[in-house]
């Protein structure tokens, strides 16, 4: 079964890092965009990072400089180091695969995802 | 940043009928780089569409997506009593991706 297990959350003050993981099953993490999405409190959700299948990584502006995403292909694990946490950082944080190549043509699309953990920054 | 906006923000209807919910884009959006997710409460989202119009595996045709350029359109044919949750469009047209603000379809 394809399958994503986040952990790592909690409550931490302002100012700390926290590191996020999120554990693939059924798939190779190394073959796919792997984003982090978090959703605050009775909110929407906010696309926060993805890492290619080359290793490249991008942020969105509000995280850039604070948070690192990276990936640990011997243990099928992406993780989000976050540091210099904030109050606007609390949310359940979801690790999510993209749908990648289907057939001959690359699709772009979170097709899986955790079941999310989540940061409260108190 | 591409902004999408979504509207309604609330959709009321009841079982049966048919929900059409929109999605516009401040800047035009190629038709591979757009999906809709449903969420359920307490439940993380679920891809429905991909690609603007195909439909994610396991997911009922009731459900369909057009669109192109910057106006995109999610469609739920007959409403059924679990498609009543929130839906969110998302942009791949450039990074940062984008997520609208959501539309939640409850019952009437």
């Known amino acids: 079964e394809v399958q994503l297990v986040e952990s790592g959350g909690g409550l931490v003050q302002p100012g700390t890092s926290l590191r996020l993981s999120c554990a693939g099953s059924?798939?190779?993490?190394?073959?796919?965009?792997m984003n982090w999405v978090r959703q605050a409190p009775g909110k929407g959700l906010e696309w926060v990072s993805v890492?290619?299948?080359?290793?490249?990584?991008y942020y969105a502006d509000s995280v850039k400089g604070r948070f690192t995403i990276s990936r640990d292909n011997s243990k099928n694990t992406v993780f989000l180091h976050m540091n210099s946490l904030r109050g606007e950082d609390t949310a359940v944080y979801y690790c999510?695969?993209?749908?990648?190549?289907?057939?001959?043509?690359?699709?772009?699309?979170?097709?899986?995802w955790g079941q999310g953990t989540a940061v409260t920054v108190s | 940043e591409v902004v999408l906006t979504q509207s309604p923000g609330t959709l009321s209807l009841s079982p049966g009928e048919r929900a059409t919910l929109s999605c516009r884009a401040s800047?035009?959006?190629?038709?591979?780089?757009l999906a809709w997710y449903q969420q359920r409460p307490g439940q993380a989202p679920r891809l429905l569409i991909y690609?603007?119009?195909s439909r994610a595996s396991g997911i009922p045709d009731r459900f369909s997506g057009s669109g192109s350029g910057t106006a995109f359109t999610l469609t739920i044919s007959r409403l059924e009593t679990e498609d009543f949750a929130v839906y969110f469009c998302?942009?791949?047209?450039?990074?940062?991706?984008?997520f609208g603000q959501g539309t939640k379809v409850d019952i009437k």
């Open positions: 890492i290619y299948t080359d290793g490249s990584p």
């Open positions: 059924g798939f190779n993490v190394g073959r796919h965009y």
């Open positions: 999510t695969r993209d749908l990648g190549w289907v057939g001959e043509s690359f699709k772009y699309a979170m097709d899986v």
């Open positions: 998302q942009q791949y047209n450039m990074v940062p991706w984008t």
């Open positions: 800047q035009t959006v190629g038709s591979n780089y």
């Open positions: 690609g603007t119009s």
